[in-house]
T-cell receptor, first 113, second 111 residues
Framework: NAGVMQNPRHLVRRRGQEARLRCSPMKGHSHVYWYRQLPEEGLKFMVYLQKENIIDESGMPKERFSAEFPKEGPSILRIQQVVRGDSAAYFC???????????FGNGTRLTVT | RKEVEQDPGPFNVPEGATVAFNCTYS??????FFWYRQDCRKEPKLLMS???SGNEDGRFTAQLNRASQYISLLIRDSKLSDSATYLCVVKDPGGGNKLTFGTGTQLKVEL
């Protein structure tokens, strides 16, 4: 029973490139959450998605960031035209219905050079 | 005021010591509370939920004071393996599973 799978584990991009982070939730989970952890800071909520729907994107920066969770395949967090300040650990978590706890993936560490 | 506030530490304690972490939250409508543990910037892992009546799991005891909007975690008989960052977490009362994390308190247990 695989947990939440994120890839890549590490991603290096030059300024101005695009970064695509993928997250496959636990089997049977239909809710996905993305969090960002900047160096020396706590985890900050970015976006909450269910299949084909964005439920809450109140934590997403207004520009360059987008997220999707298609009917088939993993959830994708996309960062266009990356800047050095985007360097962070990006964690995905999934949950089942109702009040079930969140399960986190190993994270993707993005470094922008 | 931050939504969830914690003392960042670090707390350096000898093995076998008892250590307590505190946390305050700003949204009085919050209903669900947790302690997570994070090792060396790996993914956070749920340590325990926090219930109004207080709850214990082995060496770990969590307490909630709704009137003061205050949460605590007590670790007894500290082990070297307890060294980690402890995150106070509050679930958003608006529905779903959206969590707000404190910045964490770092614990170092030493020989």
């Amino acid at each position: 029973n695989a947990g939440v799978m994120q890839n890549p584990r590490h991603l290096v991009r030059r300024r101005g490139q695009e970064a695509r982070l993928r997250c496959s939730p636990m089997k049977g989970h239909s809710h996905v959450y993305w969090y960002r952890q900047l160096p020396e800071e706590g985890l900050k909520f970015m976006v909450y998605l269910q299949k084909e729907n964005i439920i809450d994107e109140s934590g997403m920066p207004k520009e360059r960031f987008s997220a999707e969770f298609p009917k088939e395949g993993p959830s994708i967090l996309r960062i266009q035209q990356v800047v050095r300040g985007d360097s962070a650990a990006y964690f995905c978590a999934s949950a089942g219905q109702g009040d079930s706890p969140l399960h986190f993936g190993n994270g993707t560490r993005l470094t922008v050079t | 005021r931050k939504e969830v506030e914690q003392d960042p530490g670090p707390f350096n304690v000898p093995e076998g010591a008892t250590v307590a972490f505190n946390c305050t939250y700003s949204n009085s409508a919050s209903q669900s509370f947790f302690w997570y543990r994070q090792d060396c910037r790996k993914e956070p892992k749920l340590l325990m939920s926090v219930y109004s009546s207080g709850n214990e799991d082995g060496r770990f005891t969590a307490q909630l004071n709704r009137a003061s909007q205050y949460i605590s975690l007590l670790i007894r008989d500290s082990k070297l393996s307890d060294s980690a960052t402890y995150l106070c977490v509050v679930k958003d009362p608006g529905g779903g599973n959206k969590l707000t994390f404190g910045t964490g308190t770092q614990l170092k247990v030493e020989l």
